[in-house]
């Protein structure tokens, strides 16, 4: 499996940006898949899941209202439409895809199985 992810760039507060993840080999749409973010000198965290295809998604708490995923399984792609950035939002942020990630681990990093190479998101105040 190969995750491509692209979109990002630099933008002001309170713009908006779409990120895109395309997912190449064996995806399914029982995969799981996940957006991450890591900023200079932080760990990377959990931005937003979703199991399958039309399921629930799962936002952390910083980016819930804001951001949306979402997926389309016919193209093997996820979203991660983001809207009202910030500042604090500045990060590279990685798509990620699981087979056998459950809800008590999909905030984990070390549950999925394939990244993406990341794309930059930069905020200016």
């Known amino acids: 499996v190969q995750l491509q992810a692209s979109g990002g760039g630099l933008v002001q507060a309170g713009d908006s940006l779409r990120l895109s993840c395309a997912a190449s080999g064996r995806t399914s749409s029982s995969t799981t898949m996940g957006w991450f973010r890591q900023a200079p000198g932080k760990e990377r965290e959990f931005v937003a899941g979703?199991?399958?295809?039309?399921?629930?998604?799962y936002y952390a708490d910083s980016v819930k209202g804001r951001f949306t995923i979402s997926r389309d399984t016919a193209k093997k792609t996820v979203y991660l439409q983001m809207t009202s950035l910030k500042p604090e939002d500045t990060a590279v942020y990685y798509c990620a895809s699981g087979e056998r990630i459950i809800l008590s681990t999909l905030r984990s990093p070390q549950a999925y199985d394939y990244w993406g190479q990341g794309t930059q998101v930069t905020v200016s105040s």
């Open positions: 979703i199991f399958r295809s039309g399921g629930r998604p």
